[in-house]
């Protein structure tokens, strides 16, 4: 049987090769170059100097972040493609495991020949699943080795996208998709329809879970502090900045996503800008910068958060694909 799972499913094994091959060849270059130009620019040393206080001055760290920034800007559009392999496997491994099956109807011959259903979901959910799970350890601990510089240069790791990029949740998007492509392919017993259905359905997961739960994991914390302050919000903390703005004297939000730097206190620039706010109708000082966010050091918690959803969305999608094939004539 594990011969017979490994002849089925050997080309789609030879692609996967091929695709983490070509992947590698991008990120291993890139990425060593990436962690050399952050190194020795000095900008490494800097951001550890500035450390991760919430307000900053930023100092000479801003200027060596630019030049980083204009050399490597372009980088987190092709991590935009990495987001696309736990789908491909998913399309790929879990959609055809059942679909192909029965749509040729191989099915009743394997059933028939002395081997069980029981036997037979076991021997490919778990090649099939084991190789889906060492796939994506290895696109997660290369992707988030990758993306380090640019993280540490002030995108952080909370990021939309960006936070699908690291740690363990690529791990449960990939076995998701293909617990999923296996769940619509019991259901729809034709391979391309049911990788159709299956691209859908996990993008439209994907979304609900990380624009509706994911900002709701943990409550979020908030910022304050005068516009005249000598020090601004540190961007280099790797924080999850959700909303930010102006507040007044009332505590009214006026200004949203917005942050204003007026002189230091006691000047009469500073002054002038504050009558400035005052006379374009914003209210009563005194003004305040605003900002809701999650802290960067929560990071490993929504991890393990949206890790276990996806891992329990994958219980219940096999849960329920083996049902359906013990019910499948």
Not at 166 to 192: E, N, Q
């Amino acid at each position: 049987m594990i011969w017979l799972t490994w002849r089925q499913h050997r080309k789609q094994a030879l692609w996967t090769a091929v695709l983490m091959a070509v992947l590698a060849a991008a990120v291993i270059p890139t990425g060593l170059s990436m962690r050399a130009a952050f190194k020795d620019s000095g900008l490494a040393d800097c951001l550890r100097r500035l450390g991760h206080d919430r307000l900053a001055t930023g100092g000479d760290c801003q200027a060596l972040s630019q030049r980083f920034d204009n050399q490597y800007g372009a980088m987190p559009f092709l991590a935009i493609l990495f987001l696309l392999l736990p789908l491909l496997v998913g399309l790929f491994l879990g959609a055809p495991l059942v679909a192909r099956e029965v749509e040729n109807g191989t099915h009743r011959l394997i059933w028939t020949q002395g081997i069980s259903r029981r036997r037979w979901i076991v021997t490919k959910f778990g090649l099939v699943g084991g190789a889906a799970l060492v796939l994506s350890v290895v696109y997660a601990v290369g992707v988030s080795w990758w993306f380090q510089p640019l993280a540490d240069n002030g995108l952080g790791r909370f990021r939309y996208l960006v936070f699908d990029l690291h740690g363990t949740a690529p791990i449960g998007y990939t076995l998701f998709a293909v617990a999923l492509g296996i769940l619509v392919g019991t259901v729809c017993r034709k391979v391309l329809p049911a990788m159709g259905i299956s691209l859908v359905a996990f993008v439209a997961v994907r979304a609900l879970v990380e624009l509706l739960a994911r900002p709701s994991y943990l409550p979020a914390k908030s910022l304050t502090y005068p516009i005249d302050s000598p020090v601004l919000a540190n961007r280099f903390t790797g924080d999850w900045v959700r909303a930010s703005g102006l507040r007044n004297g009332t505590g009214e939000l006026v200004m949203p996503d917005a942050q204003i730097g007026c002189a230091q206190d006691g000047t009469e620039a500073s002054a002038r800008c504050v009558a400035d706010l005052s006379q374009q109708g914003f209210g009563p000082g005194p003004y305040t910068n605003w900002q809701e966010y999650q802290p960067a050091d929560r990071f490993w918690t929504f991890q393990a958060i949206e890790t276990g959803i996806f891992l329990a969305l994958t219980a219940l999608l096999l849960f329920l694909a083996v049902r359906r094939i013990r019910r499948i004539a």
